[in-house]
């Protein structure tokens, strides 16, 4: 929702400054379809050009998140300091019982509790070959933790290809911005004994190609780009989350520490407070029992 305020704001700001300047928006409709043609295709192209069909098609998906935002909210965060909890006591108290649950989590009675964390791929595979490691005996604390480190670097480093690629667009569209004007002037030049006010409005159309560059890319197209960073940045907690707790566990503190110290790691916005985890907690154990 918040997206859509802000798109909203930017045209009303610009256009309405404009109008409110005594601007007419007849040369700038006019010239539209033209420039945004020229500009907006190149950019499209250039785009195609620099990024595998995966990649266009990972970018456009990220898109939505501008409007969106972050994909955990502040009840996931909780769900899966549960659902952590759930599965550390099980590998405590049974460790044969906890390898259907993480060898099969799609028919875990446990992680079937949570349909949102077991619907994120990544976020399951991250719990179930952690768990999975341990029960083999490749459990110490510092180099699981080094490994878990290198893979969600690895994931960052792709979920992030999507704001890049969107940057490089915003940093092109100035440059293709001016390729439009140039070809405006080209255009106006062929038509020079025509009378001042022709050539004013050839001239006029011309300079909407930089205005448009200019304005998709820092209006539009470059918000674009840092608001998909920032909300990729935020769902990334979610995973770190994981690493904490797991990590902690294989330091062997006691379950409700570990626990703890996920809670503590979570973000302030996202926080559960401590009662709050302590009913959820409540609830899970009751229902085990």
């Given amino acids: ?9 930017i045209f009303v700001m610009v256009f309405g400054g404009y109008l409110a300047a005594g601007g007419k928006m007849g040369i700038i409709l006019k010239s539209l379809p033209f420039e945004m043609t020229m500009i907006g295709g190149a ?14 098609k990972h970018t456009l998906k990220d898109l939505g ?51 949102k964390i077991i619907s994120d791929t990544e976020a399951t595979a991250l719990i179930c070959d952690t768990m999975r490691s341990a029960s083999m005996n490749y459990d110490d604390p510092h180099q699981v933790e080094e490994v878990l480190e290198k893979r969600m670097d690895a994931n960052m480093h792709h979920a992030l290809h ?17 390729v439009a004007a140039v070809l405006g002037v080209i255009k106006t030049m062929a038509s020079i004994d025509q009378p001042p006010e022709v050539l004013g409005k050839l001239i006029g159309g011309a300079l ?26 935020e769902d990334s907690h979610f995973y770190q ?29 996202c926080r559960p407070s401590y009662a709050d985890l302590e009913e959820a907690l409540k609830t899970v154990k009751q229902s085990a029992a």
């Avoid at 929702?1 to 909203?8: D, E, F, K, Y």
């Avoid at 989350?241 to 302030?268: K, W």
């Fill in 241 to 269: 989350l994981i690493r904490e707790v797991l990590v902690a566990n294989l330091h062997n503190h006691a379950t409700n520490i570990c626990i703890e110290v996920g809670r503590q790691n979570t973000p302030s916005h």
């Fill in 1 to 9: 929702m918040i997206g859509i305020i802000g798109i909203i704001t």
């Fill in 65 to 115: 998140k501008v409007f969106k935002g972050p994909k955990w909210k502040h009840e996931d965060y909780r769900d899966l300091l549960c659902l952590l909890f759930e599965l550390i006591r099980l590998a405590r108290q049974n460790p044969v019982a906890i390898e259907e649950h993480i060898e099969a989590p799609s028919e875990s009675s446990i992680f079937s509790k949570y349909p």
């Fill in 208 to 233: 909407v190609g930089t205005f448009l560059g200019v304005f998709l890319a820092y209006g539009l197209v470059g918000p674009f780009a840092e608001k998909v960073k920032a909300v990729t940045e």
């Fill in 162 to 178: 999507s704001s890049h690629a969107l940057q490089t667009i915003a940093d092109g569209l100035p440059a293709l911005g001016i």
């Fill in 43 to 56: 950019a499209v192209g250039a785009f195609l050009i620099s990024n595998s069909g995966a990649e266009v």
